[in-house]
């Protein structure tokens, strides 16, 4: 009896794929003109002055303070402004909006600095504002109610809005005690970093949202 070794058939199964192609409507002649003009205003006598030694200061400043495990980390994330929450590695989080960020810039411009220790008893007095304002319903939940006020970048003879270079705010759906501690302090950086930030008057504010122009602001360290 023959031995009948069935033969098998290599079928080739095609698989399509399909790519999803962007179409850039924007063109690369208009995104060289707001290069350019991320480069004009850099270099603009409008530009308010900021001391490169003020900012080294407050650089130094928050690596020291990402690493002092008794200070708290401040963070820009969904709700909850101005509460207090215990991370499982055991640090403190402050939820804020983008109020501590514009209160830290209106030091900068005001060629203010401070050490840890003034900042964690100006925090323990709840003298650092954490929120542009609060509902009474906040109010009820969180630790810190001082709010913007006179800190606020904008009088009554100029507007400004403070933007970022690099991404700040956790857009993650996780709860603060289910993020990685290491995450929190890269954001918390990002975040209260003055060499991250810029201003532009609030007339021409939406180009702080586009790339080609944030990425003419970074400075030189």
Request: aromatic share 8%; net charge positive.
């Amino acid at each position: 009896m023959l031995g009948i070794t069935p033969q098998r058939k290599n079928i080739g199964i095609k698989m399509r794929v399909q790519r999803t192609v962007f179409m850039d409507f924007v063109g690369t002649d208009i995104r060289n003109k707001i290069k350019e003009l991320g480069r004009l205003w850099k270099s603009s006598e409008n530009q308010l002055s900021v001391s490169i030694d003020i900012l080294n200061s407050w650089d130094t400043l928050i690596s020291e303070w990402a690493k002092d495990k008794s200070m708290p980390l401040i963070i820009r994330k969904g709700s909850s402004r101005g509460q207090e929450f215990t991370h499982p590695s055991g640090r403190k989080v402050i939820n804020s909006d983008n109020t501590f960020a514009l209160w830290v810039y209106r030091n900068v411009l005001d060629g203010k600095t401070y050490n840890l220790l003034e900042l964690k008893n100006k925090l323990n007095n709840n003298e650092i504002p954490m929120v542009y304002a609060l509902t009474k319903e906040d109010k009820k939940k969180a630790k810190y109610t001082k709010t913007l006020g006179k800190d606020a970048l904008s009088a009554d003879d100029a507007k400004w809005k403070l933007c970022h270079i690099e991404p700040v705010g956790m857009n993650s759906r996780k709860n603060i005690a289910d993020l990685d501690i290491n995450e929190i302090i890269k954001y918390f950086k990002r975040y209260v970093n003055p060499m991250n930030m810029f201003i532009l008057p609030k007339e021409i504010g939406g180009l702080g949202e586009i790339k080609e122009f944030i990425d003419e602001q970074k400075y030189s360290r």
